[in-house]
């Protein structure tokens, strides 16, 4: 590989690495309370309303329905009304941050509802509020579940960002297919392949670290 | 134990609850009236579904009657909403079967947890902690997580929690259930100290007579959603009226039959008359097995027995056979002595 090639696959790494911080930290700002409300919306739950539960659960799933790049093209108007523009990695954080939110709120849903219910009742035995429990009770019993879907979230911001050069996006899926398959460089192709089974890697065993660290359901040796 | 509410810590009137169902509705509770006197340690004993849980869930409002009331320490938890509600619950502790600690705080922050919810300066948390912990025997495991705890240890720390906010009753849902019998010990004497030193009013359910005899002083029976007997602990053990109590109390006074006489048990005669003696009180210690002999001239063959005590009285429980044409005597002169007596059957 040309020595000329380094700075741009440089480049590309840092288009994505931004595309997907800044789309993981607003899908998780959007995602996290809406996963928590749609595992505490349910009939009978904390936040009893069992009509707005089922209209956001049908918003989540058709956002969840329809492809990464339809969905790119399709909510193009809308990008461009929120950034300005619908070419660039910045436009291209739109697309990524729209299917992070309900997807993230699935994954904090499901951790959210793995607590278990006596938990719940015992810190309603105690007159906590609902919010009170949320806060106290729900999400730091779930924390393990939940950085373990935000690090699945993450991993999944990495694929997508490869498409988002479709608009224009950057990044390194767009260098593969711009380089290495337009411009027959399989080289470049090898790399890009490389470097983002090095950064799924890097996410998912930091993920798991973090889950391992905040999970205190098992024993652990002591001063170990 | 009576309907009236005097000197009742929680006063049951009335109480029902039914829960709708495809084709009309489940009764769980049917006119339930009850008091728990204050400062007592009371427990309802029923077999799982009877209804206890429910009873129980109802004196924190975590389940509301449909029919009647619940009056805990003057207020009527059915009707309380919201904040009113919350202000009651904190008056009320409660541990549980399975302990629900957060798997996710240390015991000090298990413990912190209902002072944090009721806005308690962090200061103060800190002291009242450390003392709780003491209180309950956990000094040294302060900083451990539930997790690394036996669940004897854990369920101390469910009782530490239950008393942070210094209720005036304490809910024991099945407490020692999950527990192994020294434990359960333990755990019972821990209620019973805490009892004693606080004033605190216990409400327990248990589906274990054995937690009754040792800490109860007072009891209720429950059965298909209805109280079929209540009062004093020691009455209905030395004088059990309903067949429930029977059944439950035949578990836990060492009265079950040996097998080799359980096997031959027959209900009608030939064979010598099989009767459980229960001896309560004064006379539980009276020779009146000798004056039988002595006076009526009937020697009772002993199949098996035990004294215990309730409370701090004893009580004790004797099976013996008698020949059977001499077995309505017998008994006659045992309940003129102020013994109560049940014919079992007849071996041969």
Redesign the interface.
């Known amino acids: 590989m040309s020595a000329n090639l380094i700075p741009i696959l440089w480049d590309a790494t840092m288009q994505t690495l931004y595309m997907v911080a800044i789309s993981a930290i607003l899908g998780t700002l959007g995602g996290l309370p809406l996963g928590v409300f749609l595992a505490c919306s349910q009939r009978g739950e904390l936040l009893s309303a069992p009509w707005v539960n089922k209209v956001l659960g049908l918003v989540v799933n058709a956002t969840r329905s329809v492809p990464f790049i339809i969905l790119v093209v399709a909510i193009i108007p809308f990008t461009r009304a929120v950034v300005g523009t619908s070419i660039g990695t910045n436009a291209a954080i739109v697309p990524l941050t729209l299917a992070a939110v309900p997807f993230i709120a699935r994954l904090v849903e499901n951790a959210i509802r793995e607590v278990d219910q006596g938990l719940i009742e015992a810190a309603r035995a105690m007159g906590a509020t609902p919010f009170q429990i949320i806060r106290k009770v729900l999400i730091p019993e779930a924390l393990p579940g939940i950085t373990l879907g935000l690090t699945l979230a993450v991993v999944s911001l990495i694929g997508y960002s490869a498409m988002v050069g479709a608009v224009g996006g950057q990044g390194l899926g767009d260098l593969g297919i711009r380089y290495g398959y337009q411009r027959f460089m399989p080289e470049v192709m090898a790399a890009v392949v490389v470097i983002l089974i090095v950064l799924v890697q890097l996410v998912q065993s930091l993920g798991e670290w973090i889950a391992a660290r905040v999970d205190r359901r098992a024993p652990r040796n002591r001063g170990a | 134990m009576t309907g009236t509410a005097q000197g009742a810590a929680i006063s049951f009137q009335g109480v029902g609850k039914a829960y709708p169902k495809a084709g009309g509705q489940v009764t769980a509770l049917a006119d339930v009236t009850l008091s728990v006197p204050t400062g007592s340690i009371t427990g309802i004993i029923g077999r799982s579904g009877a209804g206890k849980s429910t009873l129980l869930r109802m004196v ?1 409002g ?1 389940e509301r009657p449909t029919e009647g009331r619940v009056i805990v320490a003057g207020h009527d938890v059915g009707a309380a909403r919201g904040g009113a ?6 008056d ?1 502790g ?1 541990i ?1 079967q ?1 302990f ?1 600690l ?4 240390t015991v000090r922050g298990n413990v912190a ?2 002072l ?3 806005g308690t300066p962090r200061a103060q948390i800190r002291a009242r902690v450390d003392q709780l912990i003491e209180q309950v025997g956990l000094g040294p495991l302060a900083d451990r ?4 705890l036996s669940g004897g240890q854990k369920q101390r720390v469910g009782i530490a929690r239950a008393l942070a ?1 210094g209720p005036k009753v304490l ?1 024991s849902d099945e407490a020692t259930s999950a527990l192994d019998p020294e434990t359960t010990q333990t755990v019972l004497d821990l209620l019973a100290q805490i009892n004693r030193d606080l004033g605190l009013t216990v409400l327990l359910i248990t589906h274990e007579m054995a937690v009754l005899r040792d800490i109860a002083s007072h009891m209720a029976v429950i059965e298909a959603g209805r109280i079929v007997e209540s009062g004093a602990t020691y009455d209905i053990f030395a004088r059990p009226q309903h067949a429930t109590t029977r059944r439950f109390l035949s578990g836990v006074t060492g009265a079950t039959l040996p097998a080799f006489v359980a096997a031959r048990l027959q209900a009608e005669p030939p064979g010598d008359q099989v009767i459980r003696v229960t001896f309560a009180g004064a006379h539980a210690t009276d020779p009146m097995l000798a004056r039988l002999a002595t006076d009526l001239g009937i020697s009772a063959n002993i199949l098996g027995g035990t004294i215990e005590e309730i409370g701090t009285k004893p009580f004790g429980n004797l099976l013996i056979s008698v020949p059977h044409d001499r077995g309505d005597q017998a008994r006659a002169f045992l309940e003129t002595h102020g013994l109560t007596t049940e014919v079992l059957g007849h071996v041969r």
């Open positions: 924190n975590l509600l919350r202000a009651i619950r904190r009320v409660m549980f399975h629900n957060l798997a996710s705080r947890l209902p944090e919810v009721a997580y539930p997790a690394e906010t809910l």
